[in-house]
Antibody, heavy 121, light 109 residues
Framework: EVQLVESGGGLVQPGGSLRLSCAASGFTFSSYWMSWVRQAPGKGLEWVANIKQDGSEKYYVDSVKGRFTISRDNAKNSLYLQMNSLRAEDTAVYYC??????????????WGQGTLVTVSS | QSALTQPRSVSGSPGQSVTISCTGT?????????VSWYQQHPGKAPKLMIYDVSKRPSGVPDRFSGSKSGNTASLTISGLQAEDEADYYCCSYAGSSVVFGGGTKLTVL
């Protein structure tokens, strides 16, 4: 059974940092593109970043470029999101999601349960 | 990286059909056949309902169908059931980025 389990969310002050993790199981993690998608309270879904199987390609939404870094450790079947210089508008539930294809298509067949990040003083 | 445009809300009675539109540009919806639709119930993670414009994952009822014409994709739900009441999001590949729609709240009357 495919499982994605996020962790690392919490309350952080503006300007602070947080590192999210996503533990994957039930599939060959190293074979899939992976993404982070977020959802602000009461708002819609927003793609944040994605990463290629070997980590050689990474893409970000403009609003997080230079502040967030996506990475992965295939040996640990884990996906990460390092978030620096956090702003109030980064407050959201952050989901990790698996791209169903072996190449990037932004079609997400499995999602984690999400982890809440709250940026507030 | 502008969001795709969806109606904020749609509604229908049980047994009826509803269609949700999703309008983008030639750089996203119109340029690729990687359009997908997600259903999200309150407090839950999104669930893939349609991919590659019109394909259904295993387990998704055939009451759900998708199509695309130019820069606009559509999700049609026929034979509405109470459990279909949820938020629906379209999503499109856009080359080096990904764009979601703003979401549509479906109310089953």
């Amino acid at each position: 059974e495919v499982q994605l389990v996020e962790s690392g969310g919490g309350l952080v002050q503006p300007g602070g940092s947080l590192r999210l993790s996503c533990a994957a199981s039930g599939f060959t993690f190293s074979s899939y593109w992976m993404s982070w998608v977020r959802q602000a309270p009461g708002k819609g879904l927003e793609w944040v970043a994605n990463i290629k199987q070997d980590g050689s390609e990474k893409y970000y939404v403009d609003s997080v470029k230079g502040r967030f870094t996506i990475s992965r450790d295939n040996a640990k079947n884990s996906l990460y999101l390092q978030m620096n210089s956090l702003r109030a508008e980064d407050t959201a539930v952050y989901y990790c999601a698996r791209d169903r294809n072996l190449y990037s298509t932004s079609i997400y067949d499995y999602w984690g349960q999400g982890t809440l990040v709250t940026v507030s003083s | 990286q502008s969001a795709l445009t969806q109606p904020r809300s749609v509604s229908g009675s049980p047994g009826q059909s509803v269609t949700i539109s999703c309008t983008g540009t030639s750089s996203d919806v119109g340029g690729y056949n990687y359009v997908s639709w997600y259903q999200q119930h309150p407090g839950k993670a999104p669930k893939l309902m349609i991919y590659d414009v019109s394909k259904r994952p295993s387990g998704v009822p055939d009451r759900f169908s998708g199509s695309k014409s130019g820069n606009t994709a559509s999700l049609t739900i026929s034979g509405l059931q109470a459990e279909d009441e949820a938020d629906y999001y379209c999503c499109s590949y856009a080359g080096s980025s990904v764009v979601f729609g703003g979401g549509t709240k479906l109310t089953v009357l």
